[in-house]
């Protein structure tokens, strides 16, 4: 028999990741524990025994083999690893266990990493936007055969929609770098 599951909406991590994570520790009080993040539905959480926990998230891609080391390191802290979800990697502890980081150094490096990969999706869609835009703008005899119309739309379309959310992720993570740096 499957546990009971709820989903509870991800506001946005780059904006108030402290927030989630408090949200989460509540959650866990009641007996929610997190199970994974989905990209739709935000966190699954399952049914268990209510338990003190602080939540923690770090974000990290792997090369090569170092996803085990990685992870047992965290074990070694007190930290279990809960779920992953692509880049980002979602931690809960006893409360009192070491704070993941443990100096603003590494807590820095932790919102260069995602500004950095925001930063390149957004300039990359930016230029599928201009690309597509121009093409569209040709005289009316060359963009509106069917052939080019279609996909130059696709690519317009899309491109925005990844521009405007990657931007806005880029912006927040160098704002919570800077809020780091100036503690």
């Known amino acids: 028999m499957s546990k009971p599951v709820k989903y509870i909406s991800n506001g946005g991590l780059a904006f108030d990741e402290n927030k989630a994570m408090e949200k989460l520790a509540k959650y866990a009080k009641e007996g929610w524990i997190l199970e994974k993040l989905t990209l739709l539905r935000g966190y699954k959480l399952v049914k268990a ?20 080391v990685y992870f047992d390191m965290f074990k070694a802290s007190g930290w279990q690893h809960m779920c992953s979800y ?14 993941i980081y443990t100096d603003a150094a590494s807590h820095k490096e932790k919102y260069e ?5 925001f930063s390149k999706m957004a300039f990359w869609s930016l230029v599928l936007l201009l690309v597509s835009s121009i093409l569209m703008s040709l005289p009316i005899e060359i963009v509106d055969a069917n052939w080019i119309a279609w996909p130059l739309n696709i690519v317009l379309f899309g491109s925005a929609i990844v521009f405007c959310p990657s931007i806005a992720m ?8 800077k809020r780091v740096q100036a503690e």
């Open 113 to 117: 990493r995602m500004k950095n990969q």
């Open 49 to 68: 025994e209510p338990r003190d926990l602080v939540y923690c998230m770090d974000y990290k891609t792997f090369e090569d083999n170092d996803q085990e």
């Open 86 to 99: 692509e880049d980002m990697h979602f931690f809960s502890a006893p409360p009192g266990t070491v704070s």
């Open 170 to 177: 880029a912006i927040a993570y160098t704002w919570r770098q």
